[in-house]
């Protein structure tokens, strides 16, 4: 059943078949725009959450002694060379100097080969330590994994964001593209109204961005902590009275990859700080 | 405009509405001329309950406009002012627009205050309820009234 937005005669009418065999016979059909927005091209130019977060929080990024983020990335670079696997062995075991890995977050979410599935940075983490360490994988959103992925990330700060989104891709892409544009939860709202239609409009006390990820991991002020783009998409998810899907889904990672390819360009904030 | 669906329906329901009352949380309207002129339910307004709503997180409505209420200190500007609604709007329209706002607008982002089918993966705790029930929607409809250039 397509979302429309006259519910109460519906159910009404649901419940006196006979009515609602009359009503049907009316024809009446309701205008495309039903339940969804249409596809919005990609931003032009693409423009970070710095720019609209307020001065205090900027300097609070700028600030390398003061960025509670950089916590995360220490942390990570502990973990980095810490042995954990069956033989003893780190992530820098096999891959050297963490540096390594510059350019790599910025092409994130990717096609797994070995799976087929589209995965992010915190997945491809845990695919090393299971498929290469031996070891179980950190639950997603957990304190390590986040400082390995801020760590990964930062190897990578500066950088333009630019994800594969054809071949395999390509319909991951699109199902994010339609998850951006979908109407959703009690408040029925889309990403794309909020972060193409009103940026720069205030909601309450927040500016509203263009919803983009290359600041992420980023440093939530709110929570106090580091925050997957998962988890941020729960957010504004749980603001709109809608039900957040799960962190790691198929779901989350189409829409991520749909959302970073509206960011290619953006130069990755490792760790961004926001409010 | 008036939707033949909304007209026939609510001539020939309103009979049928005590024996489900408790199990159906919306109800029902009729739009006509882009207003819905009934008060839900029939029922009357309270403004003081009013002003309550649309300040604090039940309405929200402070998330999207701007209002005299000055104790609260953030008010988002995506919609116009509330200043002086009472002058520029009916009873009527104000209704439709807390109801229905997307016959007004198809692209807007002000949430049907009154609506519980239709929608796509509302979080479990607020599914099957509305936002604001009918005498919620009639206070903050008596509220706005008094939003007057003049003694406001
Ligand atoms: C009702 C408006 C609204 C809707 C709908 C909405 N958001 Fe947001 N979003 C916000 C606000 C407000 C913020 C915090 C300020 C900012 O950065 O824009 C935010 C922040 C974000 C951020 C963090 C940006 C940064 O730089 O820190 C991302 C990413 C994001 N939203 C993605 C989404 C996605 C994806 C959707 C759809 C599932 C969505 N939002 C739906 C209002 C909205
Ligand atoms: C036993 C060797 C080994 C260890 C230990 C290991 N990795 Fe890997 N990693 C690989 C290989 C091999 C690849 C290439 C993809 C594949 O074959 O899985 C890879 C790929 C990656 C990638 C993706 C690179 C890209 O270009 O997309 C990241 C990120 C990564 N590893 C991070 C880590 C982290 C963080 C750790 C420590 C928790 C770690 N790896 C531990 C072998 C290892
Ligand atoms: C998510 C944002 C949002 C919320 C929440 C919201 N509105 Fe709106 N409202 C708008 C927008 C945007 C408009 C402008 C018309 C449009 O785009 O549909 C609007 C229009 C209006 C209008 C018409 C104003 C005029 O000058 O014609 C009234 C009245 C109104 N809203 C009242 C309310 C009340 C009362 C509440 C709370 C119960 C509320 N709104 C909650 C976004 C919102």
């Known amino acids: 059943m397509a979302g429309h937005g006259r519910g109460p005669v519906r159910r009404r009418l649901r419940r006196l078949p006979w009515l609602w065999s009359a009503v049907a016979g009316m024809a009446v059909a309701w205008p495309a725009w039903v339940g969804s927005e249409l596809p919005a091209p990609a931003p032009s130019p693409p423009r970070s959450g710095y720019e609209f977060a307020r001065p205090e929080t900027q300097a609070i990024q700028d600030d390398e002694f003061a960025n509670p983020g950089l916590f995360w990335a220490e942390r990570g670079a502990e973990l980095w060379d810490s042995p954990d696997g069956v033989d003893g062995q780190s992530c820098s075991s096999c891959h050297g100097a963490a540096d390594a890995l510059a350019g790599v977050a910025p092409t994130y979410p990717k096609i797994d080969l070995a799976s087929g599935l589209l995965i992010n940075l915190e997945q491809r983490i845990n695919a090393c330590r299971t498929r290469h360490m031996g070891i179980g994988p950190y639950p997603l959103e957990s304190d390590p994994l986040l400082s390995l992925s801020v760590y990964v990330t930062q190897q990578s700060a500066g950088q333009p964001l630019q994800v594969q989104i054809d071949g395999p891709a390509q319909p991951w892409f699109e199902r994010g593209r339609s998850l951006y544009a979908e109407r959703v939860g009690q408040m029925n709202v889309a990403c794309t109204q909020c972060h193409d239609q009103r940026v720069g409009h205030l909601l309450r006390a927040e500016r509203i961005s263009q919803g983009q990820i290359n600041g992420f991991p980023a440093y939530l002020l709110r929570w106090g902590t580091v925050s997957s783009v998962h988890r941020r998409f729960q957010f504004c998810n749980e603001q709109a009275r809608a039900e957040p899907l799960p962190i790691g889904s198929d779901d989350y990672n189409a829409l991520q990859l749909y959302v970073a390819w509206r960011g290619t360009g953006l130069a990755v904030e490792a760790p961004a700080v926001r409010r | ?152």
């Open chain 2, 1 to 152: 405009m008036v939707l033949a669906v909304l007209v026939l329906s609510a001539a020939s329901l309103s009979a049928t509405r005590s024996d489900t009352a408790d199990s159906e949380p919306v109800a029902i309207y009729q739009i006509v001329n882009d207003s819905i002129p009934k008060p839900l339910d029939g029922l009357a307004g309270d403004p003081a309950r009013g002003r309550a709503i649309v300040a604090g997180r039940a309405g929200n409505c402070l998330a999207c406009h701007h209002a005299p209420i000055p104790e609260e200190p953030f008010h988002g500007d995506l919609g116009p002012p509330l200043e002086g609604i009472g002058d520029r709007a009916t009873a009527g329209a104000l209704r439709l627009r807390l109801v229905a706002p997307r016959t007004l607008n198809p692209d807007t982002v002000m949430p049907a205050f009154h609506q519980v089918d239709g929608l796509r993966r509302v979080a479990p705790q607020h599914r099957g309820r509305p936002l604001l029930t009918a005498q919620e929607v009639e206070d903050v409809i008596a509220y706005l009234l008094t939003l007057r250039a003049d003694g406001r």
